[in-house]
């Protein structure tokens, strides 16, 4: 049975910093592509970042320059760090155990529970 869990969320102050965590209980970790997505309320999921098992990372627009995602494969855990927090970050963060497809990101249904980021003064 697939698992992942986040971690390290919390309530942060404007230009703050967090690093996100999601441990995955995964057969082959390294051979998944691994992707944060958030969801605020009353908006639809979004992809934020994604690390493929080989390559180039790829993070959003509106986090770039902010927000660098990583992995350890020895540790089967992929890494959001995000910097200079502003309060339209605030979110729950899921990660996404996937595939890479054509240079984007293919999600499946392997979901963590989420963590909340609250960015606010």
């Known amino acids: 049975q697939v698992q992942l869990v986040e971690s390290g969320g919390g309530l942060m102050q404007p230009g703050g910093s967090l690093r996100l965590s999601c441990v995955a209980s995964?057969?082959?970790?390294?051979?998944?592509?691994m992707a944060w997505y958030r969801q605020a309320p009353g908006k639809q999921r979004e992809l934020v970042a994604w690390?493929?098992?080989?390559?180039?990372?790829n993070v959003a627009d509106s986090v770039k320059g902010r927000f660098t995602i990583s992995r350890d494969n020895a540790k089967s855990t992929v890494f959001l760090q995000m910097n200079d927090l502003k309060p339209e970050v605030s979110a729950v963060y899921y990660c996404?155990?996937?595939?890479?497809?054509?240079?984007?990101?293919?999600?499946?249904?392997?979901w963590g529970q989420g963590t909340q980021v609250t960015v606010s003064s």
């Open positions: 690390i493929p098992h080989r390559g180039n990372t």
């Open positions: 996404n155990a996937g595939h890479q497809a054509t240079g984007q990101y293919v999600a499946t249904n392997y």
């Open positions: 995964l057969s082959i970790f390294s051979a998944y592509s």
